[in-house]
């Protein structure tokens, strides 16, 4: 199979590690297939894809769209590598307030799974790296907000050293017990 699944500490996250195949020219993976995909529960239909640059230090997030035009995301990651966050902010979930960090790399190829009803984040590790992630609904900024990354209650426990690059928006970000939850 292509694809491992793999479920994270909170269920309904998911981390994918998809096959790869290197020879002298490079390598070769398929990054989706929607019918491995759905032989794991993972059946939303993405309608956009974001690609994004990022040096070593940036957080960025913690990030996430109410109704009605809340996401799921896919993420990886093409370039460097990232410690990728999901927070759920489900109001009917046990889990509320908990956060799952996964590192994702170009090198090992990691995908993240995040459905909607968390709030996602990351935090650049190498020199500078590149996220593709793939969304469930269109990006709507009257819609997008935003958790603060520190938030001692969440206690994210993000391995930085020193300060990190956030951008104006994000040092705006709301605690959790502060902020807009799903029902």
Request: hydrophobic residues 40%; proline residues 7%; negative net charge.
């Amino acid at each position: 199979m292509p694809f491992e699944f793999a479920r994270a500490e909170i269920p309904d996250i998911v981390v994918i590690q998809p096959s790869f195949f290197r020879d002298d020219r490079g390598f070769f993976m398929e990054s989706y297939k929607r019918s491995d995909f759905a032989a794991h529960g993972i059946t939303e239909d993405f309608v956009q894809s974001n690609h994004s640059r990022s040096p070593r230090g940036i957080v960025r997030g913690l990030h996430y769209q109410k109704h009605p035009k809340a996401q799921g995301k896919l993420v990886r990651t093409l370039w460097g590598e990232v410690f990728d966050v999901a927070v759920d902010l489900r109001s009917n979930s046990p889990m509320l307030g908990k956060w799952v960090g996964v590192v994702l790399s170009a090198e090992n190829k990691k995908q993240l799974w995040i459905p909607e009803g968390f709030a996602h984040g990351f935090f650049v590790l190498s020199d500078s790296a590149e996220i593709l992630y793939k969304t469930t609904d269109y990006y709507a900024p009257e819609d997008e907000r935003c958790l603060i990354w520190n938030d001692p209650e969440i206690g994210i426990d993000w391995p930085k050293d020193g300060a990190p690059i956030l951008s104006a928006k994000d040092r705006l970000g709301l605690p959790l017990s502060r902020a807009e939850v799903f029902a």
